[in-house]
């Protein structure tokens, strides 16, 4: 028996909007389907409108890109993907339908009661971490951000490394006064506009020591997340630093994640340890989004690949604990000197780029948070472009040069 159009609205309902995270179906953003039977031995071609909320939508390409790979993945040989505008009348049934699902926010995660902290503006935060360190999970973090960021979305990263924090650096901030606006500090930008805060953009001397004990480094996380103006984003991207002990754990009770990147490399010992780390996100119910193996290999320019920590066994060890596997990430001289000048934002992977796909499907999939805004609505550009809100009131951040907040 061919497709149907049943089995094209049954597939369709797990594609997700990107920004309101409910599906196409759910949303009435399906509005014609025509399908017909390929040559003997073929599948089916599909024709297929979708309506947009927006005129010039940025998510266009990533719907219809994920739209695209749903229906080939059933089964579909050719997917021709129209789209439309909503009229006010289906704009109007549209809103009806997201308040109806998120009802009017409150202050808790669905997940574990974590206070938010009025963070209504924040859709998704994802934690990037490892049970060890040494596996590059902050290159891992920071190229996630970036590659968001280029996909049209509006990001910010929260380095939660207090004492050893390379978010900065890895982003080319450089250290300005702090400044403030409405007892929130600011967060820094970067060229593409992606927001960050991070302790070394604190310190007097970044080669300084931050000799502090277990509280203070804890009060200092939270202070990032509810402090911060962090303004409306698609993305928070917290970069934990390693182990299983007090900070790691305060970033999962304290700060509403809605999911976890775990790091690995090849090596045995790497893995035995990120094993206590997924166990731990387990423990305290945090979803794990998936596993990235970086330092896999090393692309040889002769051509060949050249496996320096033994074959890759990520994808092995994310079957073993039930977890999806993200991708691997290659050794490149290159992107660790553009980490060390500060101009990552301009290294191109295509792992990255797959591996930063992978992440924003799972987190799809992921129930919203009770605090999300019913109303929640950004308007993006691509990355460098000024973004642009539906409020006319500014969101906060900065970029060129800071004037110092007044004592």
């Given at each position: ?20 995270n ?11 389907v ?56 289906e ?41 060890k ?39 080319g ?32 001397n ?18 990032f997340y ?68 970086n ?113």
């Amino acid at each position: 028996m061919g497709l149907t159009k049943d089995d094209v609205l049954r597939v369709l309902s797990k594609v997700m909007d990107p920004e309101l995270n409910m599906s196409l179906t759910e949303l009435q953003m399906v509005k014609d389907v025509e399908i017909q039977e390929g040559s003997e031995g073929q599948g089916a071609i599909v024709s297929i409108t979708i309506a947009l909320t927006t005129e010039s939508c940025p998510l266009t390409d990533t719907i219809t890109e994920d739209v695209e790979k749903a229906l080939k993945e059933m089964g579909a040989a050719s997917v021709e993907v129209k789209t439309t505008v909503m009229t006010k009348e289906e704009l109007d049934e549209v809103t009806n339908i997201v308040r109806k699902r998120y009802g009017n926010g409150s202050t808790y995660s669905t997940v574990s009661n974590v206070p938010a902290y009025g963070h209504g503006d924040i859709l998704k935060i994802i934690a990037v971490g490892s049970g060890k360190g040494g596996v590059g999970k902050s290159l891992v973090a920071a190229m996630l951000a970036i590659e968001l960021r280029r996909a049209g979305f509006e990001v910010g990263v929260l380095d939660a490394d207090i004492t050893g924090p390379s978010i900065a650096e890895a982003l080319g901030l450089a250290k300005e006064p702090p400044m403030a606006v409405d007892k929130k500090i600011l967060p820094f930008t970067t060229a593409n506009g992606i927001k960050a805060i991070s302790m070394n953009l604190f310190l007097d001397n970044p080669e300084g020591a931050i000799i502090w004990r277990g509280p203070l480094v804890t009060k200092a996380i939270q202070q990032f997340y509810s402090d911060v103006a962090w303004g409306k984003l698609h993305y928070l991207v917290i970069d934990l630093p390693p182990g299983t002990s007090d900070a790691a754990i305060t970033v999962f009770q304290s700060i509403p994640v809605d999911g976890v990147v775990v790091v690995t490399s090849p090596q045995h010992v790497a893995n035995m340890v990120v094993s206590k780390f997924i166990n731990m996100a387990k423990e305290v119910k945090v979803p794990v989004l998936g596993l990235v193996e970086n330092m896999a290999f090393v692309k040889c320019p002769c051509g060949d690949v050249i496996y320096p920590f033994g074959q890759p066994k990520g994808e092995e060890e994310a079957k073993r604990h039930g977890v999806p596997f993200l991708g691997r990430i290659p050794i490149d001289p290159d992107m660790a000197e553009m980490m060390d000048e500060g101009v990552l934002e301009a290294y191109h992977s295509e792992e990255f780029k797959e591996v930063a796909r992978n992440v924003r499907l799972q987190a799809q999939l992921i129930k919203p948070r009770a605090n999300i805004r019913p109303d929640w609505q950004l308007r993006l550009d691509k990355a460098g472009v000024e973004s642009e809100t539906e409020s006319e009131e500014t969101d906060p951040g900065r970029t060129g040069t800071a004037t110092p907040r007044s004592s």
